[in-house]
Every structure is written in structure tokens, then in C-alpha cells.
């Protein structure tokens, strides 16, 4: 759990970084309608989460450095006996103060009438630009208040930033808090994906193997999915974001599940591909032992120091490698590589940023060169190879093999910690677990 004592340290971080003549405004993720009587499950924005830790709609973050009456202020839903009945507990005014810090709290109502006296007297206007039209023209419109203001001595802010590039700087580092949340929604990951191993029989549906992690996931506290999960056997394992989960499992099929929780707002990403019979055949264990070469080799690589990129290196060469020796490709190893011949077999990047959000906030290039891995930071390693049955050239005894391995790992002061390695993937422990159900 993060404390408020944590948020409290981000807001001010990030005011400091913008400057004490600066206003800095986020609205919360809106409520979406399901259909035209029942919402979606709520999910706060994470960046207005990432600031404040609260979790109900309708409301919206002023941070308004060195101001009198206090920096943090909340507008939010006022309290409601009716909706409360009906809905649920609603922090109300009170609560914003008491219980996530906010130095004054107004109802959501009152929000656009106050923003012009906010916004006079500051210099720079810091929101996310571009998120939501309807915001950005709230934002507009009382900038223009202010401005028709000016003769009669009112200073209007002259710029308008987007505070998204600073924001997800700071997102990008993980706090020992956050990385327990991690490590947390990984180990629940991890007992659903060996659960899925244990249960899964030729002849159930794909579905039925993702019921049975999401109860894996909801036995341990992980309320949802980080992702909608690809639950991808034989040829379906092919398409990278397979997510219909609704072809019968056959007998010689390799399973594909890409599937992670989210615990307390913090996701996980992993990867497990296994055999519906329980034993790796020959094709089958040719491919899987390229991809788990490459990705061990691309774990081994996070440490500091080592430029995002160079794990691509490390994984495309050890892919082309493997599809030289089993027959795939054909020509020298420096020539495929510079020509990227293994991409009709593995077509996306070794991994991404993970933390609120599965694919994270942050930059991967800073200033045109790719950034170096430091402590703190947390990103996946996912390489893959899929054979589909109209790959040009392929005999068809490697069609519809799809295989992919992914963890998560933390950047370390001394290299790196795997948060997802209780997930097995070396084949004799997959066949070892498999045979145990």
C-alpha cells in the first residue's frame, strides 16, 4: 500500500520541477457507460492517481505552489446520503482533507466558477494537454476570464504546458512501495499462470483456461486483469493480441497465455507458453528453446548501465541464430541481422516500461539516444517467435507455433530482480508441474 506521506512527496516533487509561479491541473478518468443502465468497473487515471491516491470520479487536482490557504486542493463529489445508498461511500469534502491530504477541498460543482481566481496571478498553466477536449476547453475558458481581467491590474498566465513529459519522468522510477506492489500483483500472476498449466486439457475452451486464472487472481486480492488476457492455442498463439479466448484447446496445440493482474493499481505482464498435452514435442521444443535462450540472455543484460536497446541486440541475435540452425533462415548472421530477416518470425520490441499502467509512462529515447537502465526502473522482457500457416516458405510441420516468454524485472543497484520468476518456464519444470494435475 502506498502511504499518503508518499503521494504527498510527489506532489511536491513535481511542483518543484514546475516552478512557484506555476498552476498544475489534472481532472480524474471519467465514468464509462457499459450500456444505457450499468458503467464499467471504475479505474482511476493513473497519472491523477500516481498525485493523490484518490480513487473516485468527478473530481479534479490543483496544485498551486507557495499558495496561501494551502498548495493541494481538491475539487470532488459532495457527500450524498441518496448516492451513498445506492453507490457507495463517497470521501466528500471532509474526507479529501482528512484522509488524502488536500490543504482545502471544494465540491466539483464549484470548479470552473473558482478556476479563473486560481488561475490569476500565475505564470504558467501545467495540465495534460490534448487528454480530453472538453477539460481542455474548461482550461481555455477560464484563461480567457482571467485575461479579460488584465486592465484592471490581473496578471494571466502566458503559457500552457503539458505536465505529462515531467509527470511520467517521475513514474518512471519506482519507489520500494510501488516495486512491493509489483512484486506482489507478479507472485499472484505467477500462481494463475501455473494454475492455468495444472487445469489445462486438450478439449477445454480457451476461455475456460482464463476463468480459471481470473479466479486465481481473485482468490489473492487482484480485483482485475492488468490487460484484457490472450489466451492464444495452436495458430491463434500467432496473433500477438489474440483476445477472443473462444477456439477448443486440441491435443498438439501450444498454449500461449499472456495474462497479468493488477493489485492495488499496479499492474504485472507475463508471458507462459506451455503444451496442451503436457509435453513439448520436437518442433515444438526446437522453437521454445530459441525464445528461452533469448529471453534468459535478455534478463542477464538489465543491469545499470545498459542501454535499452542493447537487450533488442541480445534478443534479435540469439532469435536469428536459432532460425539459422533449425533451418528457417538461411545466409550469415551479421547479413540477417542487418537486413532484420527474423521479422516474419518475431515482429515486436524485447519489452517495455510496466508499473501503473502495463505499458508505462516514460520516455525510451532522451535527447535522440536511448536511455541507459537505472535502479528503479521496471520493464519486461518478452521475446517471441510465431510461425503462422501463411509465413512465406515455411514447411508445414512449423506452422502455427507461437511462443513467447515474459517477465518482469526491476532494475537493481547490482543488476536486476525477476518479480515474476515463480511463473516456471524452463520445459522440464512446465512438464513437471503439467503432469502433477
Known amino acids: 500500500m502506498i502511504k499518503m506521506t508518499e503521494f504527498a512527496r510527489r506532489r511536491k516533487d513535481l511542483m518543484q520541477q514546475t516552478g512557484p509561479d506555476s498552476i498544475i491541473i489534472l481532472n480524474a478518468a471519467p465514468v464509462m457507460a457499459r450500456n444505457h443502465y450499468h458503467e464499467f468497473p471504475y479505474r482511476q487515471n493513473s497519472d491523477f492517481y500516481y498525485l493523490t491516491g484518490f480513487k473516485e470520479p468527478e473530481a479534479v487536482m490543483v496544485l498551486a505552489p507557495k499558495r496561501k490557504n494551502g498548495e493541494f486542493i481538491l475539487f470532488n463529489r459532495v457527500r450524498d446520503r441518496h448516492e451513498e445508498i445506492w453507490n457507495g461511500y463517497r470521501a466528500g469534502q471532509k474526507g479529501a482533507c482528512k484522509d488524502f491530504g488536500a490543504d482545502e477541498a471544494f465540491p466539483i460543482h464549484d470548479f470552473e466558477k473558482m478556476l479563473p481566481e486560481l488561475l ?72 494463475a499462470h501455473m494454475r492455468a498449466m495444472q487445469t489445462c486439457k486438450p478439449g477445454m475452451y480457451e476461455y475456460q483456461l482464463e476463468a480459471e ?36 484447446i486440441k491435443k498438439n496445440d501450444l498454449v500461449l497465455i499472456d495474462a497479468g493482474s493488477e493489485y492495488d493499481y499496479y499492474a504485472s505482464d507475463v508471458t507462459r507458453t506451455f503444451p496442451a498435452n503436457g509435453k513439448f514435442s520436437g ?142 518456464k524452463k520445459m522440464a519444470d512446465i512438464e513437471a508441474l503439467m503432469a502433477t494435475s
Open 213 to 248: 486464472m481470473t479466479h486465481e487472481f481473485l482468490h489473492h486480492g487482484a480485483r482485475q486483469h492488468a490487460y484484457t488476457p490472450i489466451i492464444g492455442s495452436g495458430g491463434n498463439a500467432c496473433i500477438l493480441h489474440y483476445i477472443s479466448n473462444d477456439n477448443i
Open 120 to 191: 490569476a496571478g500565475r505564470e504558467k498553466i501545467y495540465c495534460a494537454i490534448g487528454t480530453s477536449s472538453t477539460f481542455d476547453r474548461i482550461i481555455l475558458n477560464a484563461l480567457n476570464t482571467v485575461r479579460a481581467q488584465v486592465r484592471s491590474g490581473v496578471h494571466a498566465p502566458s503559457t500552457i504546458m503539458d505536465i505529462q513529459p515531467d509527470l511520467h519522468e517521475m513514474r518512471v522510477f519506482k519507489s520500494p512501495a510501488e516495486i512491493a506492489l509489483m512484486r506482489k500483483a507478479a507472485e499472484i500472476s505467477a500462481k
Open 283 to 424: 518442433e515444438h521444443r526446437a522453437i521454445y528453446e530459441i525464445v528461452l535462450a533469448a529471453q534468459l540472455a535478455g534478463i542477464k543484460a538489465v543491469k545499470p548501465g545498459t542501454a535499452w536497446n542493447q537487450i533488442d541486440k541480445i534478443v534479435t541475435k540469439i532469435i536469428t541464430q536459432g532460425l539459422i540452425h533449425i533451418g528457417l533462415l538461411k545466409g550469415t548472421l551479421d547479413d540477417l541481422i542487418e537486413k532484420q530477416a527474423c521479422t516474419p518470425f518475431y515482429m515486436h520490441r524485447s519489452g517495455h516500461w510496466i508499473g501503473l499502467d502495463t505499458h508505462d509512462a516514460g520516455r525510451y529515447k532522451i535527447n535522440d539516444k536511448w536511455r541507459k537502465l537505472e535502479p528503479g526502473m521496471v520493464r519486461t522482457v518478452e521475446p517471441g517467435i510465431y510461425i503462422s500457416a501463411d509465413t512465406p516458405g515455411v514447411p508445414a510441420r512449423w506452422h502455427n507455433i507461437g511462443v513467447r516468454i515474459e517477465d518482469d524485472i526491476v532494475v537493481t543497484q547490482n543488476g536486476h530482480e525477476n518479480l515474476s520468476h515463480a511463473a516456471p
